[in-house]
């Protein structure tokens, strides 16, 4: 009987193990930091990879610099007016998240637009110039 409890212990003591050493996933939460991201075009062919860092993310303003990892598309049109700086807004309320790519011009920029989701921010970007729109397509920004 006392061999019986002994094994009844031991078997509560490993499922009890087992539930609670699962891997616990964190929400993502967007703040200051390094980020990959990977655009892609409309019809979801890789165009960049990239990693962003926000350096700056006051009264929901956010700025930083980023970087291209590899480029899948060396004739993206907007690649050319893309120069390592941004600027842009946080919306916590409605999670959502606006960056443009190059502050310094309003021709001939890159803008994403992009929800905050359980596992990062996605959403769309597009290439505008002074006539209009020109380009758009996906992007994808994670830890």
Wanted: proline share 1%.
């Amino acid at each position: 009987m006392k061999r019986h409890f002994i094994v009844f212990l031991t078997v509560c003591g490993l499922i009890i193990a087992g539930c609670s050493s699962g891997n616990v996933s964190t929400p993502f939460k967007f703040g200051k930091g390094k980020y990959k991201f990977i655009m892609n075009d409309s019809l979801g062919k890789e165009l960049v990879r990239g990693t962003l860092n926000v350096l700056s993310y006051e009264n929901e303003k956010i700025s930083g610099t980023y970087e291209f990892t590899k480029i899948s598309d060396k004739n993206f049109e907007g690649f050319s007016s893309m120069d390592g700086e941004f600027s842009g807004d946080v919306n916590s309320k409605e999670k959502n998240v606006f960056i443009n790519t190059n502050p310094r011009i309003a021709d001939s920029n890159v803008f994403w637009n992009l929800k905050i989701k359980n596992s990062g921010l996605s959403g769309s970007w597009n290439y505008s110039v002074f006539r209009g729109r020109s380009k758009v397509g996906q992007i994808k920004i994670t830890k």
